[in-house]
């Protein structure tokens, strides 16, 4: 379904290549973990799947194809079908992925182009069913807060419940239990593998091995904008063949029970 | 040692007219010299209010703190500013609270020549000395916050925390959102450093597995209050309350899909 070969991005100012040579691909229903650390170039190639990447900075070679469709050649007026209906992404910093003038209710129905009053409110009743899911159940209270007066557990929350509503048949996950609290994580990655468990296809991009293994049927694992190993979540966690790997796979578990 | 006993803090709600939120209510700890105590709890469970009252940074609206006998929480700014280095506070976000403007070196010397009005030599030798203590190079002296790598910001926080030569250091969130690998770097460094210098640490976090890693003790804290400790936990099943239980099923959810 959605296929990435020999993906390359160059900074144009400066010749610096923050990705290389990436190639992968994400069957319908599965799931691709993307797993590295700060600066290994996944949310580049996450942007750069959702042509987010300013063509003027950015220098992009390879090819990206979904549904055998040449996405890196589609001009911006095709992408409307494509993006946030098709593949959705759910970015990592939920505090500026909102408008900061607008309250959220509003800003959430601007992507359905409702019509009229009978569909707005049958809207904002899907809206509270979804925020429900995400274990947020003061709806009212959110749909007329401004995005600063919430916190980020739970702006990611309304981030997820939004995507859902969209009903994507890819949602790119970008570090988005990063800047949440435990608990929140968990009510998050159980949100994600019931639209799993739905026939959602997804790209993890993760730098913890517990949300892949949550979450994924296979794993690629990126180093310095390259993927140094992939394949299936438990060989890879149970046999890491690269060096940077295994280091990975042993910060993932700190405490060890019956250890101490 | 720090002692806290019965403390309360309020927050006015931003246009709740006189309604007022407990952030923290009755909460009593002590913090043994040396030592490593953790407070668990969701964001909003007052962690960081508590800590900031522990630092006295601000005054409880209840009860009383204590450092060593003294009563910090009655003391005046003067008082204060004699105690001040015995506590310290290092935050979540390294980059955030590291002046821009100035240097390593400038950064670590403040507080040499405020708190023990240190020559210029003797706070050189210091600057290095704490350089090591925190495992940074020496080069790094004349850089900036924002030419050092995450992992070295988060060295220059503790370096800069140690000037003081404190008694406690309360970290809050300070190690969320850092990589997995940097992560266990960074504590495994504090670690030792904390067998090394024997001074007491009081590790504030939302991630149970961070605090079963550093912590002796462990205080589970929700909605202001605290309502599970645990001394020396061996296993996650050690929690009894159903809050705590949750915060373990989420930890666990994890690594039963990794084995």
New interface residues.
């Given amino acids: 379904m959605l296929t990435v070969t020999n993906l390359s991005i160059r900074t144009k100012q400066t010749k610096e290549t923050l990705v290389r040579s990436v190639s992968f691909s994400v069957k319908n229903g599965e799931a691709l973990g993307l797993i590295g650390?700060?600066g290994s170039g996944k949310s580049m190639t996450s942007k750069c799947i959702m042509r987010l990447l300013n063509p003027r900075l950015f220098d992009l070679r390879g090819s990206v194809q979904w549904n055998g469709k040449e996405m890196l050649a589609m001009k911006l007026n095709e992408l409307d079908g494509y993006r946030g209906k098709q593949v959705s992404m759910i970015p990592q910093n939920p505090m500026t992925a909102f408008a900061p003038m607008l309250k959220l209710g509003k800003q959430m129905e601007l992507g359905f182009s409702l019509k009229g009053h009978r569909e707005r409110t049958q809207f904002r009743g899907r809206l509270a069913a979804a925020l429900a899911g995400v274990n947020l159940s003061d709806a009212e209270k959110i749909i007329n807060s401004y995005p600063h007066e919430l916190?980020?557990?739970t702006l990611q929350r309304v981030m997820i419940a939004l995507t859902i509503l969209q009903r994507p048949e890819l949602i790119i996950a970008d570090e988005i239990t990063?800047?949440?609290?435990?608990?929140?994580?968990?009510l998050i990655?159980n949100e994600l593998e019931k639209l799993r468990r739905a026939g959602v296809s997804m790209i993890v991009v993760t730098?913890?091995?517990?949300?892949a293994?949550?979450l994924c049927d296979r794993v690629a694992v990126m180093k310095d904008g390259e993927i140094v190993e992939e394949g299936k979540m438990r060989e890879v966690?149970s046999d890491p063949q690269h060096e940077y790997t295994r280091?990975?796979v042993?910060?993932?578990?700190?405490?060890q029970?019956?250890l101490? | 040692m720090l002692k806290a006993e019965h403390i309360t803090k309020q927050y006015q709600i931003p246009g709740g007219g006189h309604t007022v939120f407990d952030a923290v209510s009755d909460v009593s700890i002590e913090l043994g010299n040396g030592g490593v105590t953790a407070i668990v709890g969701?964001?909003?469970s007052g962690k960081s209010t508590l800590a900031r009252v522990l630092s006295y940074v601000e005054r409880p609206d209840g009860g009383r703190v204590f450092l060593d006998g003294l009563e910090v929480s009655a003391c005046g700014r003067k008082e204060l500013r004699a105690v001040r280095g015995k506590v310290q506070l290092v935050m979540q976000n390294a980059l955030g609270s590291l002046d821009p403007h100035q240097s390593v070196v400038s950064i670590l010397e403040e507080p040499l020549r405020l708190l023990f009005h240190m020559g210029a030599e003797k706070r050189k030798q210091r600057c290095l000395e704490l350089l090591d203590m925190a495992r940074l190079e020496r080069d790094t002296l004349r850089r900036r916050p924002d030419e050092l790598s995450?992992g070295q910001q988060k060295r220059l926080c503790i370096a800069r925390a140690l000037a003081t030569q404190p008694q406690h250091i309360i970290f809050d969130e300070s190690f969320s959102?850092l990589?997995?690998?940097?992560?266990?770097q960074v504590?495994g460094f504090l670690k030792e450093l904390q067998t090394e210098l024997q001074i007491s640490f009081l590790v504030i976090t939302?991630?149970?597995?961070?605090a079963?890693?550093m912590a002796d003790a462990i205080h589970v804290m929700r909605r202001g209050k605290i309502i599970e400790t645990l001394e020396h936990p061996?296993?996650?099943s050690d929690f009894q309350e159903p809050y705590s239980q949750?915060?373990v099923?989420?930890?666990r959810?994890?690594?039963r899909?990794?084995q």
């Fill in positions: 650390e700060s916190s980020g557990g990063t800047a949440v609290d435990a608990a929140s994580e968990y990655l730098h913890d091995f517990g949300v293994a949550r966690f280091q990975l042993q910060a993932s578990v700190l405490f029970e019956g101490c | 969701e964001s909003g995450g959102g990589d997995v690998t940097l992560k266990k504590l939302h991630d149970l597995d961070t079963m890693y061996k296993s996650f949750e915060l099923k989420a930890v959810s994890k690594r899909a990794l």
